[in-house]
């Protein structure tokens, strides 16, 4: 990972040196979590009942049971396993934020699932039936109808969900994984103030804040039908004369 | 398997009556955490719906700094600065003693300061959801402020109140497995110990997973008990 200030001269260096391992965490787990809500919000709505359950057991799990418990499952518990510490996702598994990676990916497929779940479940039948009068197939029909509504539906909720993983990768501390906290906690053990800790609190509101405006920003960009005009548009006779 | 289950065997030789009282720590944490966020979320609440010009400024601002910083960061800023705040107090009225929290009090503290942040939204949003007009009606019958507060606002608020604050129940016990980053032999900190001396971490890591779906499961169902008894007047369509 890259290393801001070699020679942090304040704390503010100090913890900003972290600041490249919080926001890899957050993005890629969010990332890729979800790419996979989506598949599993699908598989929740499934008509296998089955699969239905498969995916409800998935997110009951990852929802019921805290974070700390799921990244310590996989960063000291796999481990217990001959066939895992053999297996060729060993050398991977064996490094710290690979598994912090893996177990925020997990925790937020789980939560995000729920949230795309309910978008879904928002878009009103009669569309569906509109656009199969269309002739529209499933997937043109999940492309241009049901999944745009969704995402403008799940968009608030999201916003609280990315807030969450932001705060959430402060758990990678706890398995060694040099991000903001960690540094920030060794900080103050050694100096006994606490004010790195204040510094640390100081980013992720930043990240937070800054988060939270950019999906305020979409959220205004996806539902023109909601904003005020902002300028009357000319009546007909008082637009300018044609030249 | 049997292996497994030797390990956690209750007595000397196995970690299972260890891991139990683990579990009851987790769940003393959690309600007195959660007592202490309802306190601090009522008060809260007073705050963002204060008539004051500038003092719902302050909820705000709690609320916002609470649910901005990592939860973890708000436990290390108590257990590491608690004690000095309580020093500074303690100092004013004459004490001047060495004062450091334990594990038990940073967690209570801290989980209780979390979760009144979050109980703070919901209770101000329980007591906006009463009617205006039968606060209005209560004035009119000649009810003072308190047999108001006591038998009009209260009452619905808390029936308002109670699915919200199940939410922040289950945030709570899960958030109790953070403090076992300051030592407080919880479930966490239990299995963590429990796996360094039999290396056998995935074992007790997933004691850990199924005590915690035992306690988020079974006050799940509490919460919806509750649920049907507060609206056991309500007519529904």
Redesign the interface.
Known sequence: MITLFDKPDTVWELIANGLPWTLTLAASSLAIGFVLAVGLALLRLSPLKPVRWAAWTYVYFFRSTPLLVQIFLIYYGLGQFEAVRDSFAWPLLREAHWCAILALTLNTTAYTSEIIRGGLQSVPWGQVEAAKACGMSVLMRFRRVIFPQAIRQALPGYGNEIVLMVKSTSLASTITLLEMTLIARKETSATFTIEPLFVAAMFYLAINFLATRGVMAIEYKLSPELRDAKRLLPLPDQQPAAR | MSEALALLAWGDGGWGDEMVFGAFVTLQVATLAFALGIVIGTGGAAVKLSKVRGVPLLGDLYT??I????????I??IF??GG?VAMGVAQLFGYTGYIEFDALTTGVLALGIISGAYSTEVIRGAVLAVPKGQIEAAKAAGMSTSLRFRRILVPQAARYALPGLGNVW?LTL?????I??VGLVEI?RQ??VA?GST?????F??T??VL??AL??LSNKVFDKAEIWANRGVRRA
Do not use: C, H, N
């Not at chain 2, 649910?67 to 708000?74: F, H, K, Q, S």
């Open positions: 916002t700094l649910r901005g910083v990592p939860d973890l960061i708000t290390y800023i590491f600065g000095q289950q899960k958030d109790t497995s953070l076992s980053v966490m299995a963590f796996s290396k056998e971490p995935f074992t890591f997933v850990a997973a915690y779906l988020t499961s």
